[in-house]
């Protein structure tokens, strides 16, 4: 897997130089896309996430990052205000991942000088089952995302494999 991230071919020209990952709790689909984000661009580019209300992490979506060699059991999920607080909104692209998400991004675009995309992403949370079927909701949502990621930034397969 590790091989195939290292593909990313865009120009650095046309990337964001600061990418913000946004969903509701900033406990599963957020953190998920910033760490594949990261995994795939490494240094090239500031990565984040934030959520509209603050969550906690989500054991399944460590475990299913952890299938793929990426660990994020150490993110600290946060709200878009302790980001700005933090370290403030610098980022030229939001990706939201949820509708709330989807708004509070737009309202910050009042003066906030950055782009928004909303990639309609399911919330695996909701999904009941055994924990097979529930990890498995889990892996479809990471591998959406891997697949939006390279789409968005630029993968050609081939490259790095």
Known sequence: MRAALEGLTQPRASRPQAVLFACGLNSIRSPMAAALLKQMLGSSLYVGSAGVRK????????????????????????????????????????????????????????????????????????????????????????????RRIKERFGWRTGVNE
């Open 55 to 146: 969550g906690e992490l989500d054991a399944f979506a460590v475990a299913a990052m952890e299938e793929i060699g990426i660990d994020i059991h150490a993110h600290r999920p946060m709200t878009f205000e302790e980001l700005d607080d933090l370290e403030g909104l610098n980022f030229d692209l939001i990706v939201t991942l949820a509708p709330e998400a989807h708004h509070k991004a737009l309202e910050l675009t009042r003066t906030l000088a950055a782009e928004v995309e909303y990639w309609p992403t399911a919330d695996p949370s909701a999904i009941e089952g055994s924990r097979e079927q529930r990890l498995d909701a889990y892996r479809d949502v990471r591998d959406m995302l891997t």
